[in-house]
């Protein structure tokens, strides 16, 4: 039986706090291969995950929040937001699922945000050209700002527009 109790979430709440990404996880699956991916992630307010999206048409993704609150969004080919979605640990939404080939990110909006992560399996990594091009890579100049961004962004938004 695998659980996440109040020490776990500690332990991953110090992680992030310790990561220069903001945030950690643990991995609730077995192996790579797993037919569905599970993880545990504790974020901290504005950790920048950046937009991408998976292209095989069963690779959803989805996340609930446990605690904390945190921000989904959708976005078209040119970064204009098409989607927001709160999640509320206290109020909901609790759970959103990003369907296949939408590019997606997700940030925390306040620090210790502890949500599950939920995606078909095996493991792959996300493919060069599944990465948003009109986004920084993950520590490049402006990764940071585009993720204090997405705190606010609104459906129609383009950044730097």
Do not use: N
């Not at 048409?57 to 959708?74: D, K, M, N, Y």
């Not at 937001?81 to 509320?88: I, P």
């Not at 699922?97 to 997700?106: F, K, P, Q």
């Amino acid at each position: 039986m695998r659980t996440v109790d109040e020490r776990l979430y500690r332990e991953l709440s110090r992680k992030a706090s310790e990561s220069p990404r903001r945030r950690a996880h643990h991995l609730l699956h077995a192996s790579r291969e797993d037919a569905v991916q599970r993880l545990a992630v504790v974020m901290h307010r504005a950790t920048y995950i950046r937009p991408h999206r998976h292209a095989l048409p069963q690779s959803w993704e989805q996340f609930c929040i446990h605690r904390g609150r945190a921000v989904a969004l959708t976005f078209d080919d040119d970064g204009r937001v098409l989607e927001r979605t709160e999640l509320d640990a206290q109020r909901g939404p609790f759970i959103v699922e990003i369907e296949a080939g939408r590019w997606h990110t997700l940030t925390a909006l306040e620090d210790d945000s502890l949500l599950s992560e939920y995606k078909q399996g095996p493991f792959r990594p996300v493919a060069d050209g599944d990465w948003a091009p009109w986004t920084p890579a993950e520590g490049e100049a402006g990764a940071q700002a585009l993720a204090e961004w997405f705190l606010d962004a609104r459906p129609g938004d383009v950044y730097g527009a």
